[in-house]
């Protein structure tokens, strides 16, 4: 005999919570495409689909052979994948495989359970990965839909289907919201995450790099995530003021730039001759798992915990694995002194690749010009004049990338542009590098706040020219506007990027698709703000406005305590109160005991529905009819859990045919008992439908 046919009917699972329970476990393992490896994804998605099946041709569930074969093939799938089932990868990609595994074997309410409770231990590990606003309010609604199964299957509060179980989850999600908030604002907070604790943040981010090579920026054209959000104090600077300054480069081989070695170790930051239009503001940045902060060109003054190196780079003492806040000060025009020997040496190398037409074109500049600034506005004017086209589907380069640009395919992005300048550069003798960073950004009118996107990318030059220091020449500038193709290669859109697609500003559409975008970016800033960068500082402030700052070390247990007391108070109050007012069933009871009270029959404290019904039928046999009829199905249904949708109504019309009148109460003459006054109760059975097990018999 299989081992399911011997679990009771009560305590099997019911169809539509298998399925319910199936569809919240494939929708905690939606948000995993992002973050686990294709091979563990394809097979969450074999198993789901296997359920799913089941559910309309039961006899394809597999048994539990097969099911053991897939636990080992699902174990030896996250080892293939991670070499490891231990860490952040291995671990999730274990657990939501066992998981998955896991539905096929639901043959009791208890299996159920279990399911349940693990897929909200799932729901949580997504913080692991990611910790949007997005995706907090997508686990919310994945809890609400636990609560909501857990509910109905146990039962509880009266709710025997789903919306019942759903309300009932509502109110206890609302009931919690209030204990959440005291918990957030006045817990003790460790000085980092907690889910940060043992977790790898040194894996690569899809980002700004300090290398650069053809295409490598031009990739990040697709990714329309944030990279930094920036508030003015004062009034924002023009579109083409904001360079946001990042790594600075001055080695290349000819086709990779890098920052090789610092040029000014040792040596206090370059000096600044003439500064006008300071520009103060904050920045707000995702972490990149580097120490570079990006501020906007020039830099004076470095934030608590960062320092401004000879390059004018913002670098902070640590990597930033977190969200970053920081206050810097620029200014927009200057003027700077001139470095020594040794670093206009490290800005005049070359490398070997240096092809004669590459110095004949340089020597007809040089021939046309008269001093350095001119020879640099010489080659602008060869940008923009020649054929050159902007394009981001660069043509592949070969092994010498700088002269095939220049001289044979003409096509590029801000990374050609800029390599080929720093290099033509050198080769006239003019000390040259390459600065990183971002130009521009979206302004965003919902949050006040300037936002920069890792598309926002770019790479322009510093050229040295004598009297003016380092003077910014952006050559992408000068490409013609009518030779710039904005398309983008569809093969680039991997996974985790998202590109956004350019519908023009002149659409209805477009403006109602950039105001949500938009929108969606202020809350995702919002939370930040107000959530995820709430800090033991914060915390502090918070003490010291409440008068507490005295006594940071009780105040906040005090207070939390109190605080949660209060709390829970109010909530038991709220729940007494509402007692009878939850259950419908007891509501209704409750209104037979107040009729029947009005009429001189009040139940006793002690007397169950049962014994109060014959009492009230010995002393008025005229209503025992209704009596026996509204406690036979009343009984039955709040004690034996037999309740049904149509239960509460059919009690209501029997309460609505019963209207009693006073009249005087029989009473048996002394020295005589009277017999018990049957009302049909005898028959009825009590006990609820789980627990109806048919035992062997002793003989």
């Not at 539990?64 to 070499?83: D, E, K, Q, S, T």
């Not at 359970?113 to 606003?133: E, H, K, M, P, T």
């Not at 830099?299 to 920081?326: C, E, H, M, W």
């Not at 019904?613 to 046999?621: F, Q």
Request: glycine share 8%.
């Amino acid at each position: 005999m299989p081992k399911t046919d011997l679990i009771p009917e009560t305590e099997r699972p019911k169809r539509h919570q298998i399925l319910w329970t199936t569809l919240l476990v494939a929708a905690a393992c939606a948000p995993f495409v992002r973050s686990l490896d294709g091979q563990v994804v394809a097979f969450l998605t074999l198993i789901l689909a296997i359920r799913l099946a089941a559910l309309r041709w039961p006899a394809t569930l597999p048994n539990r052979w097969i099911r053991a074969l897939m636990a080992f093939a699902g174990l030896g799938n996250c080892l293939a994948a991670y070499h490891t089932i231990s860490g952040q990868d291995g671990g999730s990609a274990l657990l939501a495989t066992m998981l998955v595994l896991k539905l096929l074997e639901l043959d009791t309410k208890r299996d159920l359970r279990l399911v349940l409770i693990l897929l909200g231990f799932l729901s949580v590990v997504q913080f692991l990965f990611d910790d949007s606003f997005l995706l907090t309010f997508y686990v919310g609604l994945i809890a609400l839909g636990l609560v909501t199964l857990l509910t109905e299957l146990n039962g509880g509060l009266g709710a025997t289907g789903l919306r019942p179980a759903l309300r009932v989850g509502l109110r206890l999600a609302l009931q919690a919201i209030p204990l959440t908030l005291i918990l957030f604002v006045l817990f003790p907070r460790l000085t980092a995450p907690l889910w940060s604790l043992g977790v790898d943040r040194s894996k690569a981010l899809m980002g700004m790099s300090e290398i650069m090579e053809p295409g490598n920026i031009s990739e990040l054209v697709v990714n329309g995530e944030p990279a930094f959000r920036v508030r003015f104090a004062g009034q924002r600077p023009e579109s083409n003021q904001l360079y946001w300054r990042g790594p600075v480069l001055w080695t290349t081989d000819g086709r990779r730039w890098t920052p090789g070695a610092p040029p000014s170790d040792g040596q206090e930051p370059a000096r600044l001759i003439e500064t006008s239009n300071p520009v103060e503001y904050e920045v707000v940045m995702e972490p990149t798992q580097q120490r570079w902060l990006f501020a906007l060109d020039l830099p004076v003054s470095a934030p608590d915990g960062a320092a401004i190196n000879p390059d004018f780079q913002l670098l902070s003492n640590q990597p930033v694995t977190v969200l970053k806040r920081y206050r810097v000060r620029s200014v927009l025009s200057y003027r700077t002194a001139e470095p020594d020997e040794r670093v206009r040496g490290l800005a005049l190398e070359l490398p070997d690749n240096v092809t004669p037409r590459m110095r004949a074109l340089v020597d007809g500049w040089r021939a046309q010009a008269n001093d350095d600034w001119a020879l640099v506005q010489r080659a602008l004017v060869h940008f923009n004049r020649e054929n050159f086209y902007y394009t981001l589907l660069p043509p592949k380069l070969g092994a010498n990338p700088t002269d095939e640009f220049l001289f044979e395919t003409r096509s590029g992005f801000c990374e050609h542009y800029a390599s080929s300048f720093a290099l033509l550069m050198r080769i006239a003798g003019i000390p040259s590098r390459i600065v990183l960073g971002y130009l521009g950004g979206e302004t965003n009118a919902f949050g006040g706040y300037t936002l920069v996107r890792q598309s926002d990318a770019h790479a322009w030059v510093e050229v040295l020219i004598a009297g003016r220091g380092w003077v910014r020449v952006d050559p992408t500038a000068a490409v013609d506007a009518s030779r710039i193709d904005n398309r983008v290669a569809i093969e680039r859109l991997g996974a985790g990027t998202s590109a956004r697609f350019d519908l023009g500003e002149a659409t209805m559409l477009a403006r109602w698709m950039r105001d949500l975008r938009l929108l969606g970016d202020t809350l995702e800033a919002t939370w930040q703000n107000w959530v995820l960068d709430f800090s033991v500082q914060d915390q502090r402030r918070l003490m010291d406005r409440l008068g507490l700052g005295a006594w940071q070390e009780y105040g906040l247990a005090v207070l939390m305590v109190l605080a949660v007391s209060l709390t829970l108070g109010g909530l038991l109050l709220v729940l007494m109160h509402e007692r009878t007012e939850r259950d419908p069933l007891e509501r209704l009871y409750a209104r037979l005991c107040q009729r029947l009270a009005r009429i001189g029959l009040p139940r006793r404290p002690s007397e169950g529905p049962s014994d109060y019904g014959r009492r009230i039928a010995a002393a008025r046999p005229d209503l025992a009819p209704e009596i026996g009829a509204f406690l036979a199905l009343y009984i039955p249904a709040r004690y034996g859990e037999r309740s049904t949708p149509e239960t509460p109504k059919r009690l209501s019309a029997l309460l609505r045919g019963l209207k009693p009148r006073a009249q005087p109460i029989q009473s048996a003459p002394k020295g005589i008992e009277q017999p018990p006054v049957s009302i049909g109760l005898e028959s009825i059975d009590l006990q609820p439908p789980h627990r109806q097990i048919d035992r062997p018999r002793s003989s």
